[in-house]
């Protein structure tokens, strides 16, 4: 059984900084593309980063410089540090694995991010 859990959200304070993780079982976790996407509410789901089974990583614009995504394939663990945070950076986070050679595609349940004063 595939899982997928996302940890460490909360509420912060703008420019305030955040680490959430993702811990996974059940999965060839080296072989995934790791990814973090956010849906704050109204909107779509967006990628805000992600990482291949090579170390590659990509993110969206509004978070470039502020988030850093990284993997630690011994845990089958994937995370995100959040810096500078801002209040449009709220929304419900979403741990991703995706293996397209072989479709198949997981979603964790989702973990809650706030940025308020």
């Known amino acids: 059984q595939v899982q997928l859990v996302e940890s460490g959200g909360g509420l912060v304070q703008p420019g305030g900084s955040l680490t959430l993780s993702c811990a996974s079982s059940?999965?060839?976790?080296?072989?995934?593309?790791m990814g973090w996407y956010r849906q704050a509410p109204g909107k779509q789901r967006e990628l805000v980063a992600a990482?291949?089974?090579?170390?590659?990583?990509t993110y969206a614009d509004s978070v470039k410089g502020r988030f850093t995504i990284s993997r630690d394939n011994a845990k089958n663990t994937v995370y995100l540090q959040m810096n500078s945070l801002k209040p449009e950076d709220t929304a419900a986070y979403y741990c991703?694995?995706?293996?397209?050679?072989?479709?198949?595609?997981?979603w964790g349940q989702g973990t809650q991010v706030t940025i308020s004063s």
């Open positions: 059940g999965i060839i976790f080296s072989s995934y593309t």
């Open positions: 991703n694995a995706k293996w397209v050679t072989v479709g198949r595609y997981y």
């Open positions: 990482v291949s089974s090579g170390g590659s990583t």
